[in-house]
Structures are given as C-alpha cells and as structure tokens.
C-alpha cells in the first residue's frame, strides 16, 4: 500500500484502509449493541432509554437514543401510521441502529413497536446477541393514567386513529432479553436492570 | 429530580436527563461534521473519505463513513436509481448523517449526489458550517478510465441505465467547501488537504 501512489494509474489497485466497528469498539472500551425499549405508550421506554444513556455517558460509553422526536420529524417523516407505514418505520430504525452499531455505539431505541415480526426483522439484521429486546411491561390502565403526553385521551375522544393500545394491537415479546415492571419499580431501579445485564453480558471491556 | 420516585405517579413530572450533542463533542475532543464527498463514480470519494477517517481515527476521533455498500443494501434497498428515488436516498442519507452528527460522530460520506438540489437540501438541514462539502473533481475520461468497478463499461454497453456523466447529469458545487482535483493530486495530498480544513474551522478542540 502507497499512499502517495496516484489515484489516476489505472494500474493501481488502491487497498482502502478500514476502519472496523471492532477497531471502534476497543476505542470507546465497550462493545456496541442496540438497546432496543418496547412497551405501550407511557411505559417508560424514553424514559428509562434516556436515564441510562445518562448513567452511560457519566462513564464514558459512546452511546444514542432514537426516539419519535428525532425519527418521526426527520427521516420517517414521509410515513404514517397504518401497519404498513409502522413496519416501514421500524425497518428504517432498524437500519439505522445498525449502522450506529458498526460505528460503535450503544444505540438506545425508544419506540412502541407494537408488532412482533418488526421486531424479530431488526433482531435478525445484527449478530446474534448485539440486539437487546427490552420489554417495558406496565398495564394499559396504568399507562392510560399517566399519558405523559395526552394522546390516550385523543384516542378515546377518535382523534388519533390506530393508536396502540386502544385502537391497534401490541403484542407482548415472547422472549425479550429484559423486562422491566415499570409499574412497581423506580427508574433507579429499572436503570440498575439494565446495567446489571450489560455488565453480565460483557458490553464492557476490562 | 428524584430518580426514585415511580414512574407510576401521575402527579410526577419527571425530568429526563439529556445527553446533548455539546456533551458529545467534549467527550471526544472533537465537533462533529458532515464531510460530503461529492463526485462522479471513480472520482475517489470512497478512497479518500476511507483514508480521512483512517488519519482521524488514530488521532482519537470518533467518526464513520457511509457509503454505497452499507446504505444501498440496507436503508435504500427499496430505491433504485430514477431521479425521485435518488432524490429520497440522498434524503435519507442526509437525515442519518444528521443523527450521527447529533451523536458526536464525524460522518464522511461518499456519494454521486450528482444534483445540486438534493445536496443543498441536505445543507440545509444541519446548522450552518456543518456540512462540508468536498467536491472531488476528476474529468470523466480519467474517471472512465479507472473505472474501479466496471460500471462505465456497463453503462457504455447499456447494461446501466441513468448512469450518471453516460446517461444522467452531475451538477458540479457551485460554492463547496473543498474542491480536491483528485486527478493531479495523491490520496495523501488530498487527505492532508481535508484535514487541514478541518483544522482550520476548529474542528479539533483543544
């Protein structure tokens, strides 16, 4: 390899150096991995997403939430929320969180992913392991209770057609990685589950 | 802020904490960019961007480059090549590049985007000097004649349609940031040239 070799001969076979996401990964002294949140709305998904990103950042981990708020006004801003459209957008977020792992991040993804399939389509576009199913389970009376943003109420007023949990199915994962009971645990301890398995699972080298 | 109490409590307004993108950036010792190499096919945006982020990424750096191999078979495998469907991948392109950018990455990306249109879109969707574009200007007889793929023997034959300076147009930058003259200059000559750009615009901190 010849750096200074000319991009114009022909005769060149020019060997690009690489940088690879392992390469990455012992920079930022952590493994990558999609933290992937799913749950009804109001479940805590950002919540939690975020005060572990927090927890992370504190230690030095090169990490990313995807949430509705950089997703749905930025690249899926041309979707809906038919099923079609749904699946649409979590195939893009999946793609995304991808590429974010192969660039070394811990990427956080706080989205209610209702359908099951979508879900096991992002699983099966990473190594086995490198996805993350945590399934933020609290009853819908609950979150109906909170609604943070008051969309449960739009719902039930028929101002928000297919909404999750009202009027659109969400289907419960059958073998997530973690659940957490975000009825009866603080974020605290929520934050600790979710720690405790990236520790268990060796996201951390040294 | 009280991380203990239960997200259960409706009467909660719990503030989550946010990691911002300046927390990133003092984290890695560097602002986060867009470099977008812009040129025909052979023009070496993928050999340049590649060898950029390998001198970045042995200074430290945090950074990734996103390409035709990681983008069109994943994020873009539903688009082709029509000018719509360029269009919405260089969009698409554009809004990853701005994640990534929110998340403390240098992204380098490396492709055609032939219209003047579609880059000035993606320009204008990150705040003001945060978009370097880097125009890696080569003739298209020089770009022909590497040919690294074959791809203009193909276009040549018709086995290519809308292959861009064949059969679709390039519309050079008007006002770039770079303009790299890949065809008299070595890789390492250009990469020195980007880096020194990027010491020039207080990329680095410190």
Redesign the interface.
């Known amino acids: 390899m010849n750096?200074?070799?000319?991009?114009?001969n022909?005769n060149t076979v020019?060997h690009?150096?690489?940088?690879f996401r392992s390469?990455?990964e012992k920079?930022n002294n952590h493994k990558s991995k999609i933290l992937w949140f799913t749950g009804l709305s109001g479940s805590?998904k950002?919540?939690i997403a975020?005060?572990v990103?927090?927890q992370l950042?504190h230690q030095?981990a090169?990490?990313?939430?995807?949430d509705g708020d950089?997703i749905r006004k930025?690249?899926c801003k041309d979707l809906g929320f038919s099923d079609a459209d749904r699946t649409e957008n979590i195939r893009?977020i999946g793609?995304?969180s991808?590429?974010?792992l192969?660039?070394?991040?811990i990427v956080l993804t706080a989205f209610i992913s209702p359908f099951r399939k979508d879900r096991e389509i992002v699983r099966n576009?990473v190594p086995t392991g490198d996805f993350i199913e945590i399934f933020c389970d609290?009853p819908l009376e609950?979150c109906e209770?909170?609604?943070p943003k008051g969309l449960y109420k739009k719902a039930r007023a028929g101002q928000i057609p297919e909404f999750t949990g009202i009027t659109s199915p969400y289907e419960n994962p059958e073998n997530p990685e973690l659940v957490l009971i975000?009825?009866?645990?603080?974020?605290?301890e929520?934050?600790k589950d979710v720690l405790d398995y990236m520790k268990n699972h060796g996201v951390f080298i040294k």
Not at 16 to 19: A, S
Not at 62 to 66: A, F, I, K
Not at 102 to 105: E, L
Request: hydrophobic letters at 30%.
């Open positions: 750096q200074t070799q000319k991009l114009t022909e020019w690009e150096p690489h940088i390469d990455r920079q805590g950002s919540t975020n005060a990103e927090h950042y030095g090169r990490t990313y939430v995807l950089n930025g690249l893009r793609e995304i991808k590429l974010m192969d660039a070394g991040v576009l609290a609950i209770t909170r609604d975000t009825g009866n645990k603080s974020v605290d929520c934050v």
